[in-house]
């Protein structure tokens, strides 16, 4: 189908209003994503009508509530072509997700002498996990270096992957530099070596088909919240072999079979690694943020987001001083840049007078910054929601900060 971002704008309400004056313009999708109205509506529902704890009722309710919760648990399977719901697992987001293996699959599996190989282009939530893994457990964090544009060194990928590495950190689109992957070849090329992959998609998912069954990762991680769902729920995908193996890596309620004062015995995956009362509502509100990402089609969202894009750099190209920061041949929906003379928070606080919402800063992305020599860059993103009238204010106001600093 054609995707009408016009038409689909009207559908977030949080897009709807000024600031300062001004029509709001909001440029900061990679950092979190305006709520569908359907998402709002549901959830209203849900804890309007229909709210009750999950699991552990047998009154109506609480059956109503499980029902539901563990619907969203195949929304999700299906929005990633997963082969059962049971390697869904909720989290309370991407960050989490990434923990949950740091912390289960790692403290179970590394040990001295081993690997964890990122690229250089990371978030810290797949850097920092696996600092505090290797010094628990003494294994190595290695990175593949970037090359100019932004894109990775893919024959230092090749070098670094030998028998010491057990596991990939990738990520799928990264939100400081705007730079796709190849990650169906670089997780052929782990398997090969006896390695698991992690992808990290909290930034694809939103805007690429995911099929991890295509894809043959291990693991997959994303935001609820990036995906025009709500905060506070995020996913990790694991194959069913994978996930049986691993530890739980929180205790408490849910996640047991039995427990008595001389020991515990565990579920099963998914509940395994979901103690407690889970984000019960949220989880519903995702699963209606897949589903209606899966009924307009995510080929069709790519497609009109790529067109988009290259609308938006031919406007940046015109800003006198503007430097973009990540120009591999393959990226998408992050335009990260900075400007003669304006630090990327003057930018940020200009365009915001004129209604604009952008980041500024290192992203969680430090070691990105320092590989090519800023200590922040602005960085305008873009949703399904964003239009060309949106990037033609954006250029207006970069102009306006190009006259503020000449």
């Not at 399977?77 to 912390?103: K, Q, Y």
Request: charged share 20%.
């Amino acid at each position: 189908m054609s995707i009408d971002p016009e038409n689909l704008a009207r559908e977030f309400p949080g897009l709807a209003g000024t600031a300062n004056g001004k029509p709001f313009i909001y440029l900061d999708s990679a950092a979190t994503a305006q709520k569908h109205i359907s998402v709002i509506e549901r959830m209203d529902q849900v804890l309007r009508h229909e709210y009750g704890t999950v699991h552990r009722g047998l009154y109506a309710r609480s059956v109503q509530s499980t029902q539901a919760y563990e619907q969203a648990r195949i929304s999700v399977a299906r929005f990633l072509n997963a082969a059962s719901e049971r390697e869904v697992v909720f989290t309370m987001g991407c960050t989490d997700a990434i923990n949950l293996v740091a912390w289960s699959w790692g403290r179970a599996n590394l040990r001295r002498g081993d690997r964890v190989l990122v690229t250089g282009m990371e978030h810290h939530a797949d850097i920092v996990p696996w600092q505090i893994t290797a010094e628990l457990t003494g294994a190595e964090l290695v990175s593949v270096p970037l090359l100019d544009d932004g894109s990775l060194d893919l024959e230092a990928y090749d070098r670094l992957l030998d028998p010491r590495v057990k596991l990939v950190g990738c990520v799928h689109i990264a939100n400081s530099l705007g730079t796709i992957n190849p990650v169906k070849q670089l997780c052929a090329k782990a398997h090969r070596n006896g390695s698991l992959f992690l992808l990290d998609a909290a930034q694809s998912a939103p805007h690429l088909p995911l099929d991890v069954r295509d894809l043959d990762c291990d693991f997959l991680a994303f935001s609820g919240h990036k995906l025009y769902g709500p905060t506070g729920i995020g996913v990790l995908y694991v194959k069913l072999a994978i996930s049986e193996g691993m530890p739980p890596w929180r205790g408490g309620g849910e996640m047991i079979n039995k427990v008595t004062f001389a020991g515990t015995t565990f579920a099963e995956p998914p509940a395994r690694f979901e103690a407690g009362t889970p984000p019960i509502v949220e989880a519903i509100g995702l699963g209606v943020a897949c589903d209606w990402l899966r009924g307009l089609g995510m080929a069709d969202v790519h497609a009109a987001e790529k067109r988009l894009y290259a609308y938006a750099e031919e406007q940046l190209a015109g800003i006198p001083g503007l430097v973009r920061i990540g120009t591999a041949a393959e990226r998408s929906t992050v335009l990260a840049f900075t400007m003669r003379d304006a630090h990327p928070a003057d930018i940020a606080n200009i365009l915001d007078l004129e209604g604009i919402a952008i980041r500024a800063g290192h992203h969680c992305a430090q070691p990105v910054m320092a590989r090519f020599g800023v200590s922040a860059t602005a960085r305008a993103s873009l949703g399904i929601y964003t239009t060309r009238a949106d990037i033609d204010c954006l250029a207006s106001g970069l102009r306006k900060v190009v006259e503020v600093f000449s």
